[in-house]
């Protein structure tokens, strides 16, 4: 059935995989894509520059006749009519934000909060909310470090999307506003919308986040294999792959089961050492076992975190941006370990269920495109 | 050069040579860090022997005056007692059986080298791109020079 469909952040690296996946799977989709006019995208999206201006995301997917792309800005409401004027939704993927953990929370706040309060204002006057559906992109880390439950030999299980609120830095309290807004038209207004909520995202073409992990272990030439002990205190690696996220959007779209609902979207658990293990192996670089006791292990990663934190102010005052911005260094210090089994009893499959198939894919990417260096 | 001296030098030339083998040699030619260890360690190896068969004479050494390297079996009395130079004497004489001692420590050399290059591995990383441990420690101004300088090339 022919469905006129909204993608916002139509430039950003999940906007164009969910086009290319649109394109391929939906023939019968038309699409609107809209993104920020290119100068202020350049001046927002700093992060994409983060290692180099040469790494580009693949908007020249929006080139194809199936897609109608509008430039529009969700803080100024005046671009947004251009996008809502003459046409009557059947689904709008609402992928546009901020994503950046160097960003000041009122800039967060303007383009994540403000930015899906315009876009639901508009949405509410000129749309048919009994017929449209809302896919809102949201984060894992809404739920921060949450408590978890343990099973009886005292390892943690993952949370699931009940965990309560509890976001740990200011792109995922921005990210926790902009759930309660669209929960409050959920509510009110019976808007037919559904939240998904990824876990860091890899993929090809991925810039900021995971990227950084595997540039890192590619620099320096090692992969740091700290184990820690006792095993239960290990630390999860929440990891989605970006073409499982857009398929698993267009599935919770069709899906009448998931209205107002939040759906964790991450892969099996994994491990930190597991992965960086394996991620070394794909690389070609060292990786030395280590064996840590917990406690040291806290000590060494906060040192870490301190140093990283002191490259941040540095950056700050040199008017830059840090290699490693400090929530990502969270990562090293926290437990974060959440469920995909809503997503999967709802029947959705992973093409990419378990890490090791993911990040095959993805460093096989980047060493082909020479995104990673490598010495052949 | 003493055994002291020469442990200490293989150490440290490990480590430097994989510096600037990763730094300059390896794009010519990647057995660079194999030449490197040989040519060294054939370097210290003679030189050593040299000195322990009275060869090389290191008498000359006494013109310090806290140096008294004795006539007879000098180059023995230096290799173990190579700290003179700096005004260290272990006062250690060489006695029959210490042959073998002393060709371990020969034979350790090799070891310390590697122990060297394998440091120097971590800290400034193996192939051409890469930075070792020195990418997490390196200033922030220099990340930011290294991102100018590849977005430049690019």
């Known amino acids: ?376 | 050069m003493g055994f002291a001296e020469g442990l200490i030098l293989s150490f440290t030339l490990g480590w430097i040579n994989s510096y600037l083998y990763r730094k300059y040699l390896r794009k010519r030619n990647k057995d660079w860090i194999v030449f490197l260890a040989v040519i060294f360690l054939f370097v210290l190896w003679t030189v050593d022997s040299l000195i322990y068969s009275n060869i090389i004479d290191v008498s000359w050494l006494n013109f310090l005056p806290w140096v008294n390297i004795p006539s007879v079996e000098g180059g023995k009395y230096f290799l173990w007692n190579s700290f003179i130079a700096f005004g260290i004497d272990f006062q250690i004489t060489h006695q029959p059986g210490m042959e073998v001692i002393a060709s371990f420590l020969l034979i350790s050399y090799s070891f310390w080298y590697y122990f060297g290059s394998k440091l120097g591995k971590v800290i400034h990383g193996s192939k051409i791109y890469q930075q070792g441990h020195y990418l997490i420690y390196r200033p922030v101004k220099k990340f930011i020079r290294d991102r100018e300088k590849e977005s430049k090339n690019s």
Request: proline share 6%.
């Open chain 1, 1 to 376: 059935m022919s469905k006129l469909v909204l993608v916002d952040g139509a430039k950003g690296h999940t906007g164009t995989f969910l086009i290319k996946e649109i394109l391929e799977t939906k023939p019968d989709w038309n699409i609107i894509a809209t993104d920020l006019p290119i100068d202020k995208r350049d001046e927002l999206m700093a992060k994409e520059t983060i290692f180099s201006n040469r790494f580009k995301y693949m908007t020249e997917i929006l080139e194809n006749e199936r897609i109608l792309f509008i430039p529009a800005d969700l803080t100024q409401k005046s671009t947004l009519i251009h996008l809502f004027q003459g046409k009557r939704y059947d689904i709008i993927f609402h992928i546009a934000s901020l994503y950046d953990y160097f960003a000041e929370l009122e800039l967060l706040r303007k383009i994540n909060v403000e930015g899906i309060q315009n876009l639901l204002e508009i949405v509410y006057k000129t749309q048919d909310l009994n017929k449209l559906r809302f896919i809102s992109w949201s984060t894992c880390g809404v739920y921060g470090e949450p408590k978890y439950q343990k099973n009886e030999k005292g390892y943690p299980l993952p949370a699931d999307e009940t965990a309560p609120y509890e976001p740990p830095n200011n792109y995922s309290v921005s990210k926790m506003e902009q759930e309660l807004v669209l929960k409050e038209y959920i509510n009110k207004y019976q808007l037919k919308a559904t939240i998904i909520r990824p876990a860091p995202i890899m993929g090809p073409y991925q810039i900021y986040g995971v990227f950084h992990i595997m540039q890192i272990v590619n620099k320096s030439g090692f992969g740091p294999g700290i184990h820690i002990y006792p095993k239960k205190k290990r630390l999860a690696m929440p990891l989605i792959h970006v073409e499982d996220l857009a398929r698993s959007a267009i599935f919770l779209a069709e899906n009448e089961q998931s209205l107002g609902e939040a759906y964790n979207l991450v892969l099996d658990p994994c491990f930190q050492e597991d992965f960086l293990e394996y991620l070394a192996d794909l690389l070609n670089v060292d990786y030395f076992n280590f064996p840590v006791w917990w406690p040291f292990y806290k000590i060494f990663s906060k040192f870490l975190y301190w140093l990283n934190k002191r490259k941040n102010e540095k950056a700050k005052k040199l008017n830059s941006r840090p290699p490693i911005d400090l929530s990502m260094a969270e990562y090293t210090t926290h437990q974060y370990l959440f469920s995909n089994k809503k997503v999967k009893d709802l029947g959705f499959k992973f093409k990419f269920p378990d890490f090791r198939s993911a990040l095959k894919d993805t460093v096989d990417w980047y060493l082909n495109n020479k995104w990673l260096e490598s010495e052949y």
